[in-house]
């Protein structure tokens, strides 16, 4: 079987570099190279979850990204339902924004949201200081205020 998603791509870039880009069959990308004529000097593999999220990177030791201590089950709704083994992080209000879940770092978050599900507060306590971010949007919907 042959997906249309699935393809590479080369670009040189104005150093002489060649940055070639490989996508899998579900359009997800699965190697970027980089190579100066016929030395490779990076080399990254992917590997994504069920839910698209980054789930593996390998190749170059020195241009690996760090493991995340994180582990999650999504459901179909692609919504969090077990965040490192605990099955109530995340609570959703009945339109499915997370209202109440863990940021990266383990910090619990509070979050609110208008009339057309477009995030308007994030509030949460990193080392003692509380944060209150607020968000605000144009007549176009855009964001106009942070």
Known sequence: ??????????VILPNGITRKMTLDELGD???ITYKSKDTTLVDYQYRFDEAGQLAEQTGTPA????????SARYNELNQ???WNGEANAFVYDKDGNPIKGVLADGV?????YDAENRLTKLNFTR???????QFAYAHDHMLAQY
């Not at 079987?1 to 080369?10: E, G, M, R």
Request: glycine share 2%; hydrophobic share 40%.
């Open 1 to 10: 079987d042959h997906s249309p998603l699935a393809f590479s791509t080369s």
């Open 29 to 31: 990308l699965s190697a």
């Open 63 to 70: 241009w690996v990204l760090p493991k995340q201590a994180a």
């Open 127 to 133: 080392d003692n200081v509380q944060y209150r971010e």
């Open 108 to 112: 619990p978050f509070e979050a609110g």
């Open 80 to 82: 969090i339902t077990e």
